[in-house]
């Protein structure tokens, strides 16, 4: 038996996971959080991992998964370097719970997450291992902050249309807002929209902040009949690139900096929408088009 077999015929045989328990008050499902951008060097990772400690510090049980494809920018960010990622939870090695770190102030991190998409071509057996143990990730936290790649390819395409709520991420420069439409208007085709939010990152004032956040939300109502939500925006601020070169989350390096509020109040923000808007639930198997329905119906 070669190795990639013995690998799988060991994954396959192990046992099948324990009913999934929710914790007392949680809701039954994560509500799930894509952040995205049309390009790179936008901050869209910075913004996912400190937006996900401002979640969890107002109490939230929360997860990112680092779906970024190669070097994981949520590592670099924590100051850590994890070699276990989820390509060894697909290969057999590791089970979620091994690959699965705590980070900064209690935020669980998973590695090397854009590999799921992937997993689609794995036998359906290996898929319905997989979905066992991330649908128990699924209920045992309150959110899923998803940190996708830029652009539009396949794999980000597919976290974006699964998630619940789409943050597409900006930057005040002309090809950063444009890159953003084009992001948007490419999940136009997309049989199911997620809620679409545009935040400004680096803005130099509000003013500027608020032109483009009305300048796209009224190109996408005009060209594409949806409606893309002012999210907010995040202040160009000095304390982000120290806390950076520091590679500490800027809401814990200066918790009271213009770019720690604002990050606050989009979190905020986030918490609104998922009281008004209903999860779509399942989105480990919204990821695989051919989902593994008997895993999906035991959850």
Known sequence: MNDQARVLRGLVDQQESDAIVVPHGRSLRARTI?????????????LALNMAIALRQSGAEVCVLDANLGLGNIDVLCHENSYWNLSHMVSGVRTLAEICRTGPAGVRVIPGAGGLVDVADCPERVQKKMLSQLVELEHSHDYLIIDTGSGIDRRVRRFLESADVVLVITTPEPTSIADSYATIKALMSSPEIPVLEAVVNQAR????????LERIGETSRLFLQTEVGAGGFVPYDTAVPEAVNLQTPFLL??????????IEQLARRIKNISRVKQSRGDFFSRIWPSRPREAAQAS
Do not use: L
């Open 34 to 46: 894509a952040i995205t951008s049309g390009k790179g060097g936008v901050g869209k990772s910075n």
């Open 253 to 262: 390096h200066a918790p009271r900096c213009p770019a720690s509020r604002a």
């Open 205 to 212: 004032s509000r003013e500027e902040a608020t032109r483009i």
